[in-house]
């Protein structure tokens, strides 16, 4: 993949989030960004002609905040939350449903 170059500026507070991702994540400040980046929704016109979709978009709803605690830490560890889903679906002998994982994970 070809990579272009972009400057930006950001906050002291920014930058002091970014150097600590970039340390947990064992990646460059760069790769944090790209990784952000990714992991937004894509930009879509029909979420915005919504005012209910609308509102929650401005307001950060529609995708997990960055603190949340059950949010995997790290590529290595999100990694070994897909092995562990995967070896509890295997054993059970079908995929794993969402409310059956979370209450899979709560015992």
Request: with cysteine.
């Amino acid at each position: 993949m070809a990579m272009i170059r972009k400057q930006l500026y950001i906050s002291a507070e920014q930058q002091r989030k970014l150097k600590k991702l970039a340390r947990q994540w064992g990646c460059s400040e760069s790769g944090v960004l790209r990784a952000a980046l990714d992991r937004l929704p894509e930009y879509d016109d029909s979420v915005y002609a919504d005012p209910a979709l609308r509102g929650l978009a401005v307001a950060g709803l529609l995708v997990p905040p960055p603190d949340d605690e059950d949010l995997p830490r790290s590529w290595e560890e999100a990694e070994a939350l897909e092995r562990e889903l995967d070896e509890m679906a295997r054993q059970r002998g079908k995929p794993l449903g969402l409310a059956e994982a979370v209450i899979e994970d709560r015992r």
